[in-house]
């Protein structure tokens, strides 16, 4: 998911919002919703779809006010419904709030159940739900307090962004599992997932919210409450490999660098003997670009991406997911025929995309096709909040490398190692270690504990 939130009196936050949305879209497309607060009352609109197809000019206007809270919604099946999409909007003992949350909880069917029985209800069936009821609960302290009280309740990932009618408030979990950030346009605030909404609004990056901190913006400017310390961090690498958009720069390193990075690490481990470098738009190219790079084989365009078509496995059954890739990708003919082709991916997840460009790179005349993918197999599923959850679906928790390499009908097949990929990331910045991130879903080491029995809630 994505979150935004602006604190800008004399601004039009809510087309601030919208346009931060449109912005982070990549990280999910399923709803959309704006929140606004004018100092008396919160007015909100949540729609099903991209952020384009949620709003319209009519309902920004309707939406006025100093200070507003945005988010993109990205589930896991079967939870694709408009009562689940965010900010969740609440009355509670001193007025109203409006909660968007980027994250999972890991300990969200306990707390459900402990709540339950303490008389609390439930509206939808979103983790983020387990957070509004412990605000509410704790709503006699002041808002800051009920804050912290629910940070030691609460396990897992998230970086939320809390607004009442006149205040926003913003925190990170302690791990820092999901980014969250800081700008500053004019005398506004800005607070969202990425820093590439900051730079379409036109803002300026400040800093990134540290785990473990609350920020509040208010009349009075910006606060920092260092709420939780820090245990050790756990950094999500997949945002560097697959999700954050390659132009934001998350904890001090950019998106892009570190895929170029790790496309030259995979050159080292990997030399191949071919005539071009092709990358799987949009998620392969900047690896694609760091092999070429480094080994000195040509990068060229052969597959070309339908601009129009959102990220594929947002598709709820693997029948239109198959679909979907023809829909989206297509193979350069001319680029390719006759030729001996290394295609770069960032991920392997379900093997479906793979599987078919392969096919049509094939189809299309290339005369070799060697899949290197510019992170290690996915074998584990991730609680912390990608969709990477069902284990059956993950193809390399049940095959080999050798399986999966025939499954998509590639002449090789090979993964960057998990060393290596650390190596591009420490080659980024000199303060990032092993430590730093969480690798759980390649190599099964969690740094949060994670949920007991089947009972898992949609991920946010
Ligand atoms: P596959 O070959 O597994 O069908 O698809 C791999 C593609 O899915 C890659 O291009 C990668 O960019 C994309 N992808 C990366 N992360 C995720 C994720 O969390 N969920 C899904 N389903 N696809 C992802
Ligand atoms: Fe990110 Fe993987 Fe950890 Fe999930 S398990 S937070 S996807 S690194
Ligand atoms: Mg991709």
């Known amino acids: ?63 006025k006010g100093h200070v507003a809270v945005g988010h993109v919604r990205y589930s896991t099946t079967g939870s694709s419904l408009l009562a689940n999409a ?40 979103t983790d983020t739900e387990v957070i509004v009821n412990l605000l509410a609960r ?32 913003a925190l990170r979990d302690p791990h820092g599992v999901r980014p969250l950030c800081i700008g500053r346009l004019d005398d506004a605030y800005i607070i969202a997932s990425e820093s590439c909404a900051l730079d379409t609004l036109g803002a300026t990056f400040v800093r990134d919210v540290e785990p473990g901190e609350i920020v509040v913006v208010d009349g009075s400017g910006l606060t920092s409450i260092k709420a939780l310390s820090q245990p050790r961090r756990a950094a999500c690498i997949f945002e560097y490999i697959y999700f954050a958009r390659p132009d934001s720069l ?23 003997e071919a005539d071009i470098v092709i990358g799987v738009p949009d998620s392969g190219t900047a690896a694609a670009l760091g092999y070429a790079e480094e080994s000195g084989v040509a990068f060229d365009q052969g597959l070309m991406k339908n601009r129009y078509v959102g990220r594929t496995f947002i598709q709820p059954t693997q029948e239109m997911r198959s679909q979907a890739v023809r829909l ?32 049509m790179l094939r189809q299309a005349g290339a005369k070799e096709v060697h899949m ?16 990477t959850s069902v284990r059956k679906e993950l193809v390399a928790a049940t095959k080999t490398v050798e399986e999966v390499r025939q ?3 590639a002449d090789s097949l090979h993964y960057l190692s998990e060393e290596g990929l650390l190596a591009a990331m420490i080659g ?27 009972d898992k809630y949609t991920m946010e």
């Open 138 to 169: 704790y709503g006699q302290s002041s808002l800051e307090e009920a804050l912290i009280k629910t940070m030691v309740d609460i396990k897992g990932s998230y970086s939320l962004i809390v607004m009442t009618e006149n205040r926003m408030l």
């Open 372 to 387: 290197l993918v510019s992170s290690p197999p996915i074998t584990q599923p991730c609680y912390y909040g990608i969709d």
């Open 328 to 359: 989206k990708l297509n193979a350069v003919a001319k680029a390719v025929e006759g030729k001996r082709v290394i295609m770069i991916d960032d991920s392997i997840v379900r093997g479906t995309t793979s599987g078919k460009i392969v096919q």
């Open 250 to 272: 998350i904890d001090g390193i950019s998106v892009n660098r570190a895929r170029r990075a790790m496309g030259r690490q995979l050159a080292r481990e990997c030399p191949i």
């Open 86 to 125: 965010q900010p969740l909007i609440f009355r509670y003992s001193k007025g109203m709030m409006a909660v968007a949350h980027n994250g999972n909880l890991t300990n969200a069917s306990e707390m459900r159940q402990n709540l339950a029985l303490t008389g609390a209800v439930f509206q939808t069936t």
């Open 428 to 454: 980024q910045n000199a303060n990032v270690s092993r430590n730093t991130y969480c690798m759980a879903c390649f190599n099964g080491e969690y740094p949060i504990e994670i949920p007991v029995g089947l």
């Open 1 to 63: 998911c994505g979150v935004i939130g602006i604190y800008g009196p004399g601004k039009d936050v809510a087309r601030l919002a919208y346009f931060g949305l449109y912005a982070l879209q990549h990280r999910g497309q399923e709803s959309a919703g704006i929140a606004v607060g004018n100092s008396r009352e919160i007015e909100f609109h949540k729609g099903m779809g991209l952020v384009t197809e949620a709003f319209n000019e009519r309902k920004l206007e309707e939406l």
């Open 407 to 409: 499954m998509i009908g």
